[in-house]
T-cell receptor
Framework: DAKTTQPPSMDCAEGRAANLPCNHS???????VYWYRQIHSQGPQYIIH???NNETNEMASLIITEDRKSSTLILPHATLRDTAVYYC????????????FGQGTELSVKP | SQTIHQWPATLVQPVGSPLSLECTVE??????LYWYRQAAGRGLQLLFY??????ISSEVPQNLSASRPQDRQFILSSKKLLLSDSGFYLC??????????FGPGTRLTVL
């Protein structure tokens, strides 16, 4: 699995967009980018994933650079409930669903 | 709809005692099942995964074992707990799709 690099922590003002970066410079052609988040003392929650096109769902948007070496998760209007650790994970589709978690980014949304 | 259960929610055990954590999934059949552990202040580590009854793959050498006696039941065990076994244990499932669903977790403290 390609390794990912994320900043350990970030702050964001409530109501503003939260932009969480992730570097995955060794990603291979068949690997997807996944984002999960973990609110304190809960299990991780799937947010979004993509291969090379930008993706949007009701939770967030995922912007993947053209060379696929980095991506950004965007929470368009952060709320206090978005305070969590956000994990960027890359994996190929033929690995039985295993997820290899890094340390993630601890996002603090402040009023 | 599918749900995943884990019990107990919290557990305090002495060093050297046995362990049995249970995970069950409802509303699906033949899921892939996973056990993760999260030590305090750290990311999740994949311990075991299973693609079918009696099929267990271990990701890291450790003091723990896993079993899948039924299609939707995944059990994590130890014969003798170590202090280093303390942590937050999470069970997860998916079924060939992209999203992995996590249970509520069991917080284990070994004293």
């Amino acid at each position: 699995d390609a390794k990912t690099t994320q900043p350990p922590s970030m702050d964001c003002a409530e109501g503003r967009a939260a932009n969480l970066p992730c570097n995955h410079s060794t990603i291979s052609g068949n690997e997807y980018v996944y984002w999960y988040r973990q609110i304190h003392s809960q299990g991780p929650q799937y947010i979004i994933h993509g291969l090379k096109n930008n993706e949007t769902n009701e939770m967030a948007s995922l912007i993947i650079t053209e060379d696929r070496k980095s991506s950004t998760l965007i929470l368009p209007h952060a709320t206090l409930r978005d305070t969590a650790v956000y994990y960027c994970i890359v994996r190929s589709g033929n690995q039985g669903g295993k997820l290899i978690f890094g340390q993630g980014t601890e996002l603090s949304v402040k009023p | 709809s599918q749900t995943i259960h884990q019990w107990p929610a919290t557990l305090v055990q002495p060093v050297g005692s046995p362990l049995s954590l249970e995970c069950t999934v409802e509303g699906t059949s033949n899921p892939n099942l996973y056990w993760y552990r999260q030590a305090a202040g750290r990311g999740l580590q994949l311990l075991f995964y299973s693609v079918g009854i009696g099929q267990i793959s271990s990701e890291v050498p450790q003091n723990l074992s896993a079993s899948r006696p039924q299609d939707r039941q995944f059990i994590l065990s130890s014969k003798k707990l170590l202090l280093s076994d303390s942590g937050f244990y999470l069970c997860a499932w998916n079924q060939g799709g992209n999203e992995q669903f996590f249970g509520p977790g069991t917080r284990l403290t070994v004293l």
